[in-house]
């Protein structure tokens, strides 16, 4: 069974930055792809990265082109997403998930209702 784990959320101040990660278990494939995705009050969830373990290939939202970092630890079976420069409207409730043999850019758009990790606060002071 997989199984995510995401810890490293907390209260930052705007222009601060937090890592984010993604522990997974279960796997049974090289061939996966983590994502992070993000919920804000009263917003709709947003495919924020994604990134393919096998080969690194990365999608970024707009909003956090440039900011955000996301990577991955095959041996740990671990994913991360460096976030900087934070926004207050960077606020939001911060899930992973993955799939297997999915491009990072699908994944990031339509994800799988099952492989989702809890999720993590992200709160950024003004």
């Known amino acids: 069974e997989v199984q995510l784990v995401a810890t490293g959320g907390g209260l930052v101040q705007a222009g601060g930055s937090l890592r984010l990660s993604c522990a997974a278990s279960?796997?049974?494939?090289?061939?996966?792809?983590i994502g992070w995705f993000r919920q804000a009050p009263g917003k709709e969830r947003e495919g924020v990265s994604c990134i393919r373990n096998s080969d690194g290939a990365t999608y970024y939202t707009d909003s956090v082109e440039g900011r955000f970092t996301v990577s991955r630890d095959n041996a740990k079976s671990t994913g991360y997403l460096q976030m900087s420069s934070l926004k207050p409207e960077d606020t939001a409730v911060y899930y992973c998930v993955t799939d297997f043999f999915e491009s990072p850019s699908i994944l990031c758009h339509s994800p799988p209702q099952n492989f989702w990790g809890q999720g993590t606060q992200v709160t950024v002071s003004s």
């Open positions: 279960g796997f049974t494939s090289d061939d996966y792809t």
